[in-house]
């Protein structure tokens, strides 16, 4: 069992940049792929960004291709989402989740947190 925890969102204007951090308490969170993903209002969850359990493999939706960076730390027990060039259409509360290794853009678990909140203002 692997609790996550999703932070760093904040208000911030177009073109800038944020960091989130998924903190992951447990013993076994380099085993498992990553994954990151948002809702805004009035839309379904979408898929953003996926990372497999070493970094070997990526995956992003096109909207963020060029401008968000998945990563992790795996010594950290940590996933993070550098995303840069924000837009307002970037708006949303993005959650953290582990996902399918063979495909990333799939979650695992349908159990999501809290999140952290990402606001872009134009």
């Known amino acids: 069992q692997v609790q996550l925890v999703e932070s760093g969102g904040g208000l911030v204007q177009a073109g800038g940049s944020l960091r989130l951090s998924c903190a992951a308490s447990?013993?076994?969170?380099?085993?498992?792929?990553m994954g990151w993903f948002r809702q805004a209002p009035g839309k379904e969850r979408e898929f953003v960004a996926g990372?497999?359990?070493?970094?070997?493999?990526?995956s992003y939706a096109d909207s963020v291709k060029g401008r968000f960076t998945i990563s992790r730390d795996n010594a950290k027990n940590t996933a993070y989402l550098q995303m840069n060039s924000l837009k307002p259409e970037d708006t949303a509360v993005y959650y953290c989740?582990?996902?399918?290794?063979?495909?990333?853009?799939?979650?695992?678990?349908?159990?999501w947190g809290q999140g952290t909140q990402v606001t872009v203002s134009s």
């Open positions: 990372i497999s359990s070493i970094g070997a493999r990526t």
């Open positions: 989740s582990s996902v399918q290794y063979t495909n990333l853009q799939r979650p695992v678990r349908d159990d």
């Open positions: 447990g013993r076994t969170f380099s085993s498992w792929s």
